[in-house]
């Protein structure tokens, strides 16, 4: 199968660092993406990463992945009110597959 | 603008009426996506293009539903005798060989 599960809500402090989870099931994805989403806009992607990788950092966005347990997760360090939005996993089995997302977490960040 | 671009951006149609979207690509991907998203859930693909040949397409596409890109570069999806379920977003994104997925920024359908 090719489920993705992540935690609905998110509330963060403004300047605190956020984590969001997701675990996926299927064992063959070779890519974990992470997406966000604005308001009435589409998906814009944040990062990705590699199944071979543990980790990988972006300026404030560190991504770490734990194969064994199937498990990503995205770190937003100094959370910023601009980072209020929806934040979409994703897996695919290779870069030019179709993409499996989860149902999406929604960040809110309060003042 | 060299984003992925979708027309209309807002659509409210009847039920039982036909209606048509359309996705510009990035220009010189050859590989292009749709998926559909409904409130508060993750987008699901619904069918691919490369170049001008769909290699797949998903159960969620019931024969309702017909997608082309008939010389590789803009793709239509056209929905006949929608119905209130089709009520959704429906995305497209392309990218290049070796790259991952650009988005459009959706076009929103709604079916009375």
């Known amino acids: 199968g090719e489920d993705v599960e992540q935690s609905l809500f998110l509330s963060v402090r403004e300047g605190d660092s956020s984590v969001i989870n997701c675990t996926y099931t299927d064992s063959s994805s070779t890519y974990l993406y992470w997406y966000k989403q604005e308001p009435g806009a589409g998906l814009q992607l944040l990062t990705y990463?590699?199944?071979?990788?543990d980790m990988k950092q972006d300026q404030r966005l560190t991504v770490l992945l734990n194969k064994k347990d199937k498990h990503l997760s995205l770190r937003i360090a100094d959370t910023q009110t601009g980072d209020s939005a929806i934040y979409f996993c994703a897996e695919s089995i290779s870069n030019d597959y179709k993409l499996s997302f989860g149902a999406g977490t929604t960040v809110t960040v309060r003042a | 603008d060299t984003g992925v671009s979708q027309d209309p951006r807002h659509k409210i149609t009847k039920r039982g009426q036909n209606v048509t979207f359309r996705c510009d690509p990035i220009s010189e991907h050859n590989r292009l996506y749709w998926y559909r998203q409904t409130l508060g859930q993750g987008p699901e693909f619904l069918t691919y293009f490369q170049n001008e040949a769909q290699l797949e397409k998903s159960r969620l596409l019931s024969d309702r539903f017909s997608a082309e890109r008939p010389k590789g570069s803009f793709s239509t999806l056209e929905i006949q005798r929608t119905e209130q379920g089709d009520s959704a977003m429906y995305l497209c994104?392309?990218?290049?060989?070796?790259?991952?997925?650009?988005f459009g920024p959706g076009t929103r359908l709604l079916v009375l």
């Open positions: 994104a392309s990218r290049p060989e070796q790259e991952t997925q650009y």
């Open positions: 990463i590699f199944s071979n990788m």
